[in-house]
Each structure stands twice: as structure tokens, then as C-alpha cells.
Nanobody
Framework: QVQLVESGGGLVQAGGSLRLSCAASGRTFSSYAMGWFRQAPGKERKFVAAINWSGSTYYADSMKGRFTISRDNAKNTVYLQMNSLKPEDTAVYYC?????????????????WGQGTQVTVSS
């Protein structure tokens, strides 16, 4: 069982930056692929970024160059650095953990979810 707790969301102006953090419980954190999804009001939850156990990263096309995912296995934490934020980035951001990267990039169905953190970008 893995429990995930996100933090770092908030209100930011367009062009600004935020860093989301996701603290995970469990001794096997380093073996999991970790990632982020987001859900805007009235829309489906969508893949944002993922990182596998070895540090390889994967991004949705619209996030490439603006968002950076990283992980610190010693701290059981995954991060999402978001730069050049746009109003359309406004959403609830969810941290997730999964046994393989495919659960993020193809199936959008990881094994564990956090409760989500709100990110609001004002114009």
C-alpha cells in the first residue's frame, strides 16, 4: 500500500512558477513509477508527467519545456516544477504511483492516487 500526500498548490499569476511536492509512504517508493495528472473543471483527468524508478522522464506534449518532474528516493518525494504557467494550467493536480510507467503514459490508470492539490493561474 502506498499513501500519497501532495502539497505546494496555490494561486499564481500567469507566467509565474510553482513547485508541487508529493510525499509517499512505504518502503518500496524507489521501485515505483511516479507521476502527475491534472483535472480542470468539467474536463477529464489527463496525464501531465511521469518518472520511472531509474529517473527517465515522460511528459504530455503541452507540458514539455515548461514542467519538470523529479524524484528524491531518499525523501520518498516526487516533485513537479511548473514554470511559465498559463491560465489553462488551472486544475487539481494529482500525484500517483504505479508499478510501471505504462500505467501513466498509456493507460492513465496508476495504482495509487493522492487527494489532489489545487493550482489556479490568474490572467
Amino acid at each position: 500500500q502506498v499513501q500519497l500526500v501532495e502539497s505546494g498548490g496555490g494561486l499564481v499569476q500567469a507566467g509565474g512558477s510553482l513547485r508541487l511536492s508529493c510525499a509517499a509512504s512505504g518502503r518500496t517508493f524507489s521501485s515505483y513509477a511516479m507521476g502527475w495528472f491534472r483535472q480542470a473543471p468539467g474536463k477529464e483527468r489527463k496525464f501531465v508527467a511521469a518518472i520511472n524508478w531509474s529517473g527517465s522522464t515522460y511528459y504530455a506534449d503541452s507540458m514539455k519545456g515548461r514542467f519538470t518532474i523529479s524524484r528524491d528516493n531518499a525523501k520518498n518525494t516526487v516533485y513537479l516544477q511548473m514554470n511559465s504557467l498559463k491560465p489553462e494550467d488551472t486544475a487539481v493536480y494529482y500525484c500517483a504511483a504505479g508499478s510501471t510507467i505504462i500505467l501513466f503514459t498509456t493507460k492513465s490508470n496508476p495504482d495509487y492516487w493522492g487527494q489532489g492539490t489545487q493550482v489556479t493561474v490568474s490572467s
